[in-house]
């Protein structure tokens, strides 16, 4: 039954990550796959995000100050407008902190 | 004579056919009946092992909320142990994970993770980086 090829998790199937408004500074959720998280007003300030999947993810209010998003996938400009970024915030290739209220 | 010699030898051959068929028919009756044995051990087996994972699950959401951080970190592994070794109790396992950084993980400035959040996420990072 076990997996251990997948973290020794054999299904969760349809796990959607909800986080919502969590203190969740310094963790690393790097590679994740995010798809339709709800990550709303949570904190991940300082956060490893790196090549995590945010498809369809709910970032309102998600504070990313210092935040790595690396190589990011599926971050849309709409997402990082409803986030918290500052000048820390490192943004995948192709999205820059215009596209959010910085330090807001 | 050759005539109740041949109806001997018919017989004694008859009989062995008849025998042996017995044989393999009491044979089979007793592998059937001891299959049906093994699979009511193998359904009492599981259902016993069920019902201790049922136990464990609701201690560990008691321990969850506990004072002392040691009590809230074995909940955590044994919660994570479940979520590996029963497929079908994952999703709730991991719901429950998550439910506790929002409600219950609380602020720790700009220090590192606790230690039981940071378990959580790697828990919830295991099964979430292979999705």
Known sequence: MTNPAHGGFSDAEGFELDVRGAFL???????????RANLSGADFSNALLRGAN???????????KGADLTDARNLTR??????????HTKLPRGLSADDSAVGG | MAWWLSFSELFRTFGLILGGGLGIYI????????????????????????????????RAVGQLTDEKLEIRLGAIYTLRQIARDFPD????????????????????????????VREIINTLRNYLVRQ
């Open chain 1, 78 to 87: 709409s997402q990082i407008a409803g986030a918290v970024i500052d000048e």
């Open chain 2, 27 to 58: 044979a089979w009756r007793r592998a059937v009946a001891a299959t049906r044995q093994a699979d009511a051990t193998l359904r009492q087996a599981e259902l016993a092992r069920r019902d201790h994972v049922a136990e464990l699950f609701n």
């Open chain 1, 25 to 35: 500074r310094r963790t690393d959720l790097s590679f994740a796959n995010l798809e």
């Open chain 1, 54 to 64: 945010f498809k369809d993810a709910n970032l309102e209010g998600t504070i990313l």
């Open chain 2, 89 to 116: 109790l994952a999703k709730p396992t991991l719901e429950l994970l998550s439910t506790y950084l929002r409600e219950r993980a609380g602020s720790y400035g700009e220090g590192e993770p606790p230690v039981d």
